[in-house]
């Protein structure tokens, strides 16, 4: 029998103080509102739990003038997941509100890219601009998961269960990968930061944080090709998520991608 699963976008927190000419390389003349929310997400089928990206804490969300409104195994536990138990996360790439509190997870295995790591501990973070959404204490913390046994490395594409396969994608970081899942309504890709907003990919104006505009460009072909319509593909900050799809009855701060959009 062909595996589908269930796929959660669980919101841990948001920026609500900025506008729209923050999420796109080429300001937007009609500046406006336009606040960004922080997730990570869930996917549950065939008796495996994946969760992807592990979130920021409180102490970096103070720092970075981030609100934190609920910790992210805090909102794993409302859907039923036990952050303790987990043994698959898969890190879509190292920036500080997608791999921190890798801590919370002490009995899984990680999925990186091999790309994400080397760019982490090498040259490129002598920028300051490409430094910027890392943090060096995330960055330890998966060198020595590395050095327990606990990663595991994927250089482009790979089927890490039957229906579940992660993407390289270029541009935004050294190696983000995107998350492609089989559900009842067809292939649901989790983009992650390939694109922010729909209104990214949509328009083809990405997010300022580039490290090579062309990759990144060419990224929203792949995901679009990868995801099986427009509303399969699940931008990593777009509050919008939230408003789409149908909401967890644990909590409104959950929604399940799985099903159909409703508005
Ligand atoms: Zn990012
Ligand atoms: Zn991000």
Redesign the pocket.
């Known amino acids: 029998m062909t595996t589908t699963y269930e796929v959660l976008a669980l919101r841990y927190g948001s920026h609500a103080d900025r506008t729209a000419r923050q999420n796109f390389i080429i300001a937007d003349p009609h500046d406006a509102p336009m606040p960004l929310d922080y997730f990570v997400w869930a996917i549950r089928g065939g008796g495996r739990t994946f969760v992807v990206d592990t979130g920021f804490s409180h102490a970096l969300a103070a720092r970075r003038g981030r609100k934190l409104d609920t910790m992210p195994d805090e909102m794993l536990a409302r859907a039923g997941i036990v952050a303790g138990e987990v043994e698959d996360v898969i890190v879509t790439?190292l920036?500080y509100?997608?791999a921190g509190n890798l801590g919370m997870f002490p009995k899984a295995r990680f999925h990186v890219q091999d790309a994400e790591m080397a760019f982490c501990t090498g040259r490129c973070m002598c920028h300051p601009y490409i430094k910027l959404?890392m943090e060096a204490d995330h960055v330890v913390d998966a060198v020595r998961l590395l050095y327990d046994g606990r990663l595991a490395f994927h250089d482009g594409d790979a089927e890490i269960a039957p229906g579940v396969s992660l993407h390289l994608i270029g541009g935004?970081?050294g190696g983000?990968q995107v998350v492609r899942v089989r559900t009842d309504r067809g292939y649901v890709v989790l983009a992650?930061?390939a694109t922010h907003f729909w209104a990214n990919i949509r328009t083809g104006m990405p997010f300022p944080?580039v490290v090579d505009v062309v990759k990144l460009l060419e990224g929203y072909r792949k995901v679009e090709a990868l995801a099986d319509g427009p509303d399969h593909v699940i931008p990593?900050h777009d509050p919008l998520v939230r408003t789409r799809f149908p909401s967890h009855p644990a909590s409104a701060e959950i929604v399940r991608l799985d099903l159909d959009p409703i508005a």
Do not use: E
């Open positions: 790439h920036h509100d997608h959404p935004h970081a983000l992650s930061d944080l990593g």
